[in-house]
Nanobody, 126 residues
Framework: QVHLVESGGGLVQAGGSLRLSCSVS????????MGWFRQAPGKEHECVAV????????YYLDSVKGRFTISRDNAESTAYLQMNNLKPEDTAVYYC???????????????????WGQGTQVTVSS
C-alpha cells in the first residue's frame, strides 16, 4: 500500500506563490510517476502537472505553463509543485497521485493513478 500526504496549501493573494509537497510512503517512490490534480467547486477535476519516475518527462496544463513547476526528490520520496504568480482561478483542492505506469497519451488522465492523497486547499484572493 502506498500512502500520500500533501502539505503546503493555504491562502495567498493573487501574484503570490505557494509550494505544495507530497510525501510518499509504503513502496519505492521511484517506481511511480507523480501527478498533481485539482478540483474547484462546480468545475471538473483536472490534471495540473505530471512528472515521470526519473523527472525526465513532464506535463503541464496549458493555463499553468510558465507559472507552475513540478519536481521530485526520489531520495526524500517527495514530489513538489511550485506555484508562482497565482491567480484566483487557481483556487481549488489540490491532490497528488501516484501511477505505476504512464504513457504520454494517458498521463493527464486520472485512470492510471492508483494512489491519491487527501488533498490540500489552495485559495487565491484577488
Amino acid at each position: 500500500q502506498v500512502h500520500l500526504v500533501e502539505s503546503g496549501g493555504g491562502l495567498v493573494q493573487a501574484g503570490g506563490s505557494l509550494r505544495l509537497s507530497c510525501s510518499v510512503s509504503g513502496r519505492a517512490f521511484s517506481n511511480y510517476a507523480m501527478g498533481w490534480f485539482r478540483q474547484a467547486p462546480g468545475k471538473e477535476h483536472e490534471c495540473v502537472a505530471v512528472i515521470n519516475w526519473s523527472g525526465g518527462t513532464t506535463y503541464y496544463l496549458d493555463s499553468v505553463k510558465g507559472r507552475f513547476t513540478i519536481s521530485r526528490d526520489n531520495a526524500e520520496s517527495t514530489a513538489y509543485l511550485q506555484m508562482n504568480n497565482l491567480k484566483p482561478e487557481d483556487t481549488a483542492v489540490y491532490y497528488c497521485a501516484a501511477a505505476p505506469f504512464i504513457t504520454r497519451e494517458n498521463m493527464a488522465h486520472p485512470a492510471p493513478y492508483e494512489y491519491w492523497g487527501q488533498g490540500t486547499q489552495v485559495t487565491v484572493s484577488s
